[in-house]
């Protein structure tokens, strides 16, 4: 259940009967030249939808801009800074608290959110006031990542490509896969990222003038169709396993004696 798309009656008599909600976050940031800026919230959105009709868990709205400072230097990318990030996720979840609900899933697929969401995941569980937990989408099956492709990129590779090309095909420039293979980063072992133990670089196009990492060219309709639908039932799975358990076993345990 989409909880923008009713009124709130019909939200109202959900909300009644849940304790778990959905939030899908992404970003909107460069992703080479194949991929559009919206890739991250596209594949939260869908992936957090696809959980909430199979599951019955209301989702939230999506969050599409996030901390993606690292990717300005490419035209169209937008981001907020990691501290009004952090308090506008925490405050808007506490509004889901006001509504009865006591534990969340931050359905994530920037990378740049992800410290900022286990940190007001923290915030909250530490206050005692609610479980909200954050799941990246790949950290979820990553040996199938791996099995699929043959050369993985952190931002804006196959794995990315594939998904887009499941949830919004019409998106994707296939025309321009070898392009961004080619000028981009295939592999991240080949940039001098570390120096006598230091990381020497803060921006994607430090490392790839285009913005893309990895090769999408092994990508196909098949694969993708594989990889959203491996995620998804993780993700179900989390949920159920999350709505399963008492708030008590959730929370923190009581200082210890």
Avoid: C
Wanted: aromatic share 8%; glycine share 8%; charged share 25%.
């Amino acid at each position: 259940m989409d909880l923008a798309d009713h009124t709130w009656p019909d939200v109202g008599e959900q909300l009644g009967s849940a304790s778990t909600a959905i939030v899908p976050l992404g970003s909107t940031e460069q992703h080479g030249p194949h991929l559009p800026l919206a890739t991250d919230h596209l594949i939260a959105e869908a992936l957090a939808t696809a959980a909430a009709d199979e599951t019955g868990i209301p989702r939230t709205p999506t969050v599409d801009i996030g901390v993606s400072p690292h990717h300005r230097q490419f035209p169209g990318t937008l981001w907020v800074d990691p501290p009004q990030f952090r308090d506008y996720v925490e405050n808007f979840t506490r509004n889901l608290a006001y509504h009865g609900i006591d534990r969340v899933v931050y359905v994530n697929a920037h990378g740049g959110n992800v410290s900022h969401l286990r940190e007001v995941g923290r915030r909250l569980h530490q206050a005692g006031d609610m479980y909200a937990i954050e799941w990246m989408w790949d950290e979820s099956i990553p040996e199938l990542v791996d099995d699929l492709f043959a050369q993985n990129g952190p931002h804006a590779g196959p794995k990315e490509t594939a998904m887009i090309t499941h949830i919004a095909p019409d998106l994707v420039h296939p025309e321009e896969f070898a392009a961004a293979r080619d000028g981009g980063l295939t592999d991240i072992d080949d940039s001098e990222t570390m120096v006598h133990g230091a990381r020497t670089f803060y921006d994607a196009v430090d490392n790839s003038p285009n913005g893309a990492f990895g090769d999408p060219t092994d990508v196909t309709p098949e694969k993708a169709e594989r990889l959203f639908e491996a995620a998804t039932d993780q993700l179900v799975q989390l949920l159920d396993w999350l709505d399963d358990r008492e708030i008590e076993a959730l929370l923190p345990e009581p200082r210890v004696e």
